[in-house]
């Protein structure tokens, strides 16, 4: 199941082609040379500004370390 969902994934994208009775291959080159499709680049810029976030909370998160750590005590 795993497999034939990446198939017809490669597939949706152009880089893959079946011929019947030979088999599937990889294409030379996808139909489509502009660019990555718009499910890829909505799913990167959704993971970009996920990062962002995450470094927040990190930078936030590190702040509020410094400010209840006793003076001395190092970092774990």
Do not use: C, W
């Not at 079946?18 to 993971?47: I, K, N």
């Not at 500004?49 to 998160?61: F, K, P, W, Y």
């Amino acid at each position: 199941m795993t497999a034939q969902s990446a198939m017809d994934v490669l597939r949706s994208e152009g880089l893959i082609y079946s011929s019947p009775g030979r088999g599937t291959f990889v294409r030379a080159r996808p139909d489509d040379a502009s660019g990555p499709s718009p499910e890829y680049q909505a799913l990167s810029e959704h993971l970009s500004e996920l990062d962002t976030q995450m470094r927040a909370i990190a930078d936030r998160v590190n702040e509020l370390e410094k400010l209840v750590r006793p003076e001395g005590q190092g970092q774990r």
